[in-house]
């Protein structure tokens, strides 16, 4: 199998992480919309996770108040950066499959079941899409507003749209890229 | 719809489709088609994502990889060596140490084993233990990050099981860890002497003193995050991003081995690895949907109880199921897979969550080394530069021995329930 902590390490002994825009599974695969893009906004993501809840326990310290608040953009940065990181993880081939059984198969149907799964993977991700954006115009259309900071509730909304759809590009992106490869 | 539900989602498992798309597609297609509430499908990936407890995950995993990356684990390597002093099958009770101590400072298996093996396995080999054991014993005890705490583990446990806290689990995790890790000693030992590795042990040692110093950072990084914990001062995630910061200020200021480059690259890595785990909670938050509103989960639970009725046989074969499934998966998958179907059989009998979880939790540490598919191994056995078969006649005496270790907290409860109950979780 693949792990997230087996591709964590997989490059490990060759002493570079994840170099650039290659998969360790397939080093001719690039897309051409670089990764980069994605690793940028999921690091982002990651660092001001990391400064929002610093800041939380300093100023808690400091002057007793809680900035409870800060949690529903913290949450949201979290959403951000599991979609987003996704989006570069389908790109690369790096989500946890079990492929003990496929590597068993020969060539020709192992690809097949390659594709097949490459394809269920954009169904998912545009059904998501989809039904992300009757929820979107929903929140649009009755102007909800957030629980916590009180902003409107489809400025989170609509990145659920946005990112599924990027899945969905990066995950047809790939198909294209093994479809072709023959 | 119940075996459309768990047939379809078996068969594209099998069949290598991404583990997130096999449990989201299959729910999404039962939602639709029994008509479920389509918009579910969409809510369920946003809600299941968006929970403050969720965010220890990322940030446990960053702080892991910046100690890591940060060089932690030789100055360990070189303290453990210089307090254990040179004997037969030294290095072999230096590396389960060392793997045993890492794995209070990350959550993560196999990042656990290749720090430690890229660090030890030339000097082993020179001491003349065959690569082979070697990978196997640093596979072995690196499955012990997931059950000593902090554990990404046991974060995502609590997170699917509420009622159960991140503290009690951890404190739950300490002692089986331990155990875990400790009867990997008796076949090291037995093989060291039998074979008599380790007898020309000439390795350089430097002052216990001047070790200790080096390593002194590193030994600290548990208690920030475990003290922190324990007084109730942070809540989890506010002591992983503690530890963060820590591990920042150890690479950047006093190892200087982090530089602007090497902090985005620790950035960039963990975030993917989160979100690899984190969309398949996503997409078993629709999966779950369809299985609770069905009544899926629960008739497979009562499935599982028509079986037997008699709890120990029944633990047994649960204890079964998840060492084979362990082989396949991660422990993160696992939980999201098996818990709501565990959790009716668990309430039937009246066992108690925390203990439940810290034996689910070492059947996939066991499976992380067992071959063939074990992560673990995988990982240790490139390193060396072997095949894994050739690991198998020294691995499977680890995999007897830890589940020894699994078999007593099975039988003795108290091994893990004592420590949380003493600190009064």
């Known amino acids: 199998m693949a792990g997230p902590d087996g591709t964590e390490t997989e490059s490990a002994p060759a002493g570079n992480a994840h170099d650039g825009e290659t998969s360790p599974r397939d080093p001719r695969n690039t897309p051409r919309v670089p990764i980069r893009i994605e690793e940028a906004a999921a690091a982002a993501a990651m660092a001001l996770i990391c400064l929002i809840t610093f800041a939380n326990v300093v100023v808690r310290y400091l002057t007793n108040a809680s900035f409870a608040f800060t949690e529903e953009i913290s949450v949201f940065l979290l959403v951000v950066l599991t979609l987003v990181g996704a989006a570069a993880a389908f790109a690369r081939d790096l989500n946890i499959r079990v492929l003990f059984f496929a590597e068993m198969l020969p060539a020709r149907p192992r690809r097949a079941l390659e594709l097949i799964g490459m394809a269920l993977s954009a169904v998912l991700f545009m059904l998501v899409a989809w039904y992300g954006w009757r929820f979107f115009l929903d929140d649009w259309k009755y102007g909800t507003t957030s629980p916590g900071l009180g902003i409107p509730q489809w400025m989170y909304s609509i990145w659920l749209v946005v990112l599924s759809a990027a899945i969905v590009a990066r995950v047809a992106g790939r198909l294209w890229r093994v479809w072709r490869r023959g | ?425």
């Open chain 2, 1 to 425: 719809m119940s075996w459309l539900l768990f047939g379809g989602f078996l068969v594209l498992l099998v069949a290598g489709v991404p583990l997130a798309t096999a449990l989201g597609i299959t729910g999404a297609l039962v939602v639709l088609a029994a008509n479920l509430g389509a918009m579910s499908i969409a809510s369920n990936v946003y809600s299941s994502l968006a929970k403050y407890p969720l965010l220890a995950l990322p940030v446990f995993i960053l702080a892991g990889m910046i100690f890591e990356r940060a060089g932690v684990a030789a100055k360990l390597v070189a303290f453990v060596s210089a307090l254990v002093g040179p004997r037969h099958g030294a290095q072999a009770v230096v590396a389960i140490l060392v793997c045993m101590f890492l794995g209070g400072i990350s959550g993560s298996g196999p990042a656990d084993a290749a720090a430690v093996a890229m660090v030890m396995l030339p000097s082993m080999t020179r001491q003349g233990y065959p690569p082979a054991f070697s990978a196997s014993i640093i596979a072995a005890a690196g499955s012990t990050a997931i059950l000593i705490p902090p554990s990404i583990a046991f974060v995502i446990f609590t997170v699917l099981v509420p009622q159960v806290s991140v503290p009690a689990l951890f404190a739950a995790g300490v002692i089986p860890g331990l155990l875990a890790g400790l009867s990997l000693l008796v076949p090291s030992t037995i093989f060291a002497w039998k074979y008599g590795w380790g007898a020309n042990d000439a390795t350089e040692r430097r002052g216990l003193l001047r070790a200790l110093k080096d390593a002194s950072w590193g030994l600290a990084a548990p208690i920030i995050i475990l003290g922190g914990l324990r007084t109730g001062a942070f809540t989890p995630t506010e002591a992983a991003v503690v530890a963060v910061f820590y591990g920042f200020f150890v690479g950047t200021v006093v190892y200087r081995t982090l530089d602007v480059r090497g902090l985005y690259r620790v950035l960039v890595d963990s975030a993917e690895i989160s979100a690899v785990v984190m969309l398949i909670i996503a997409c078993a938050g629709i999966f779950a949907h369809a299985g609770s509103t069905l009544g899926a989960f629960d008739a497979m639970a009562k499935a599982m109880l028509g079986v037997t009725q008699e709890p120990h046989l029944m633990l047994a074969m649960i204890m079964l199921l998840l060492l084979a499934a362990g082989m396949m998966l991660d422990a993160a998958s696992i939980f999201l897979i098996f818990l709501p179907i565990l959790t009716p059989i668990v309430n039937a009998f009246g066992w108690n969550m925390t203990w439940f979880a810290v034996l689910m939790t070492m059947n996939m540490a066991i499976g992380q080394f067992t071959p063939p598919m074990a992560v673990n191994l995988l990982v240790t056995t490139r390193i060396a530069g072997v095949g894994m078969e050739s690991t198998v006649r020294w691995v499977l005496w680890m995999v007897v021995s830890m589940l020894g270790a699994l078999a007593l907290v099975a039988a003795f409860p108290q091994l893990a329930l004592w420590l949380p109950e003493r600190l009064g979780y």
